[in-house]
């Protein structure tokens, strides 16, 4: 189809789009590119109207309009997916020609995400679900049970027959089965929003979160947001929680383990957005798996096979940014006697991940803004364009938007680089997860470091270690849960039972005491409400601090907004209670590197401090 066959469309939107900034809406215009299937150069914004026709015209290829017309026609529950955040209505045709501006108008049944939400063939209803964490047979960690009608009322029943736990890829379903186990059941019912677990008089001991109780006891919805950890007879683990099945995708590539609602919501986004073209920004916390994520879009789409090539922004110095990511030719500066390819030729035809990319120097920033907005390179020394074909992939952990405001990074490059944006989940939101993440990791190590490759040849995991291992708040993440697990293998040697290293029982200890809830339904609420009124800042102790604090990864304003408190406040409160990073001594900060075997964010998080407030402290004092 030539060029030249244009469309204008008007979004009508719910909210005024006037109020929407530029990077808002060179997101929605990404999302209608990425939705339509076509490059987001070729979608331009023509007009806004805001206040009471809340339009925003664009122009697009005509079959993109067609695509993005007939989801709207056919209620397609996807589009709202898609371009959720933006509360769009409906949408119009305007003209089939850009040349001709005038033309009959096709107006649309108005269709409101709520609509499309609230079919019963779309709507997707959590339930609540059971996922073995720990069991005497290891092959069982990850099965998972779900229970759809204890959300409608009806009672479950919990003992070594039922219910049967399964695979969530699939497979056989079978009971607990371990003889521990009473047949006589536990009995979960609905209590308003949160769940009762009645004892019945099973002979089967129960703790729940740490806590062993003989009578009925109720969870609140905090508390099963987050998740309850129950330990039967001391020796099967179990996390009660809340799941929202998702649509199944493939399940074995790019590296990428875990069934969690998380998780699988990630892959449904990878393999929504892998054969488009455009970049992709991928954000999350450090350790969460940015460059598996980035592998997995290379390996699902049709550049699979072709080179990816990954690269450490942050890393490349300003004075050989252009050689290092265009290459250079002989004689362009000293000591380069021959051709040199950079990062982007070296990813010709495949992808190109640009790691760290809040870090990038502001040279390197013009440099990759140039290259986005052409498609072409220039060599060091050379005077010659080249035509570059790869799919740029950019991670950070950094927030870009306030960076930009700040002004040490360029608002048209985050522009450019979040033509689709991708939020990778940190471990804490995905616990049912972690006993999948444990044994994956366990059996790879016990194949390289000790030449086994079953899961019989496995040591005994104690129910103790287990529940360590849920109880804490994984700030460096799956890295970190990584490294730990190489830690508990060497340390444990050929033993036949997992032990902990005394410096890596001492850090799970840590945050155990503070995602524990035992209050009854309707009780505290969690860590992530946030007070409807501000506080004072007397009302908050040090206690409560310390918790915000390691929720929010010691960051000032997601801390400050759960406590209600302003930033001001809450730099008083931490320096009321709280060690500040400024006097951080050489010695200690190297030996917390040392025991989190380098991982900056899981050192920060035992020092009590904020990872840009150590990275600071540590060039001070020369590391």
């Known amino acids: 189809m030539s060029p030249e066959q244009k469309a204008i469309v008007d ?45 925003i015209r664009l122009s697009l290829p005509k079959r993109a309009a067609d695509s993005l017309i ?35 108008s096709s107006r649309l049944k108005a269709t409101t995400r709520s609509d499309i939400h609230s079919r019963p063939a779309t709507r997707k209803n959590s339930v609540m679900a059971l996922t073995i964490i720990g069991h005497p047979d290891p092959a069982r960690v990850g099965d998972r049970a779900t229970f759809p009608s204890l959300v409608s009322g009806n009672s479950v029943l919990l003992s070594r027959e039922e219910p ?13 089965g371990d003889a521990r186990l009473s047949r006589r059941p536990f009995v979960f019912s609905r209590s308003g929003d949160g769940i009762i677990i009645n004892p019945s008089g099973s ?28 330990v039967l007879a001391d020796c099967v683990v179990l996390l009660l929680h809340h799941f929202v099945p998702v649509a199944s995708r493939p399940r074995s590539f790019g590296g990428l383990v875990g069934e969690s609602e998380a998780m699988l919501r990630l892959r449904d986004e990878i393999f929504r957005v892998a054969n488009l073209n455009f970049p ?24 699979a096979g072709k080179p990816f090539v990954s690269v450490n922004v942050g890393a490349i110095p300003r004075e050989l940014a252009s050689s290092e990511l265009f290459g250079s030719v002989r004689g362009a500066f000293t000591g380069v006697t021959s051709d040199r390819r950079g990062h982007f030729q070296r990813a010709q035809g495949g992808s190109l991940f640009l790691d760290e990319i809040g870090d990038a120097t502001p040279e390197v920033q013009v440099s990759l803004l140039r290259v986005l907005e052409t498609g072409q390179v220039q060599r060091l020394g050379s ?81 103790e270690l287990t529940t360590q291992l849920l109880a804490y708040n994984w700030p ?83 801390t400050a907004k759960a406590l209600g408190v302003s930033r001001v406040s809450l730099y008083s409160l931490i320096s009321k209670y709280r060690r500040p990073a400024a006097e951080l001594r050489r010695e200690e900060i190297l030996e917390v590197l040392t025991s989190c075997d380098g991982d900056l964010s899981a050192a920060a998080s035992m020092l009590h401090v904020s990872r840009k407030a150590l990275k600071h402290r540590m060039m001070k004092v020369g590391l």
């Open 11 to 55: 979004l009508i939107v719910a909210i005024d789009p006037d109020e929407m900034n530029a990077l808002q809406r060179m997101r929605l215009v990404s999302m209608v590119a990425a939705y339509a299937g076509v490059d987001f150069d070729e979608v331009r914004v023509e007009k806004v109207e805001p206040a009471n026709s809340s339009r």
């Open 203 to 230: 002979p089967t001991t129960i703790r729940a979160d740490g806590k062993d109780f003989a009578n009925p006891l109720g969870f609140s919805e905090p508390q099963l947001r987050h998740g309850v950890v129950l």
């Open 383 to 463: 005077g010659a364009l080249e035509e570059i074909d790869v799919r740029v992939t950019a991670a950070t952990h950094v927030d870009l938007e306030a960076a930009a405001a700040a002004g040490t990074f360029r608002l048209s490059l985050l522009q450019r680089l979040a033509a689709y944006e991708i939020e990778l989940p940190p471990l804490r939101e995905r616990r049912d997860d972690i006993g999948r993440l444990f044994m994956y990791f366990l059996a790879a190590d016990f194949r390289e470091l000790l030449q086994q490759d079953s899961f019989e040849s496995l040591p005994r995991i104690p129910t």
């Open 476 to 558: 460096g993440n799956i890295r970190e849960l990584r490294n730990a697990v190489t830690q508990i293998v060497l340390h444990s040697g050929g033993e036949q039972e997992l032990t902990l290293p005394p410096r890596l029982e001492r850090r799970l200890a840590m945050t155990a005491n503070d995602i524990r809830y035992f209050d009854e339904i309707g009780g505290t609420p969690g860590l992530d409400s946030v007070p409807s009124a501000p506080r004072h800042i007397d009302e908050v102790g040090e206690e409560e601090l310390l918790a915000a604090l390691k929720a929010h990864g010691w960051r000032i304003r997601p």
């Open 70 to 104: 007939r989801g709207f026609r056919n209620s397609d529950p996807s589009l709202h997916q898609f371009l959720e955040g933006f509360e769009l209505l409906g949408a119009q045709v305007v003209s089939q020609n850009a040349e001709s501006r005038e033309g009959s």
């Open 280 to 303: 992709v920004l991928l954000r999350g916390e450090t350790g969460t798996g940015k460059e598996l994520v980035a592998r997995a879009l290379h390996e699902a789409g049709p550049r």
């Open 164 to 176: 049967r736990f399964g695979p969530p890829s699939g497979g056989a379903v079978r009971p607990l």
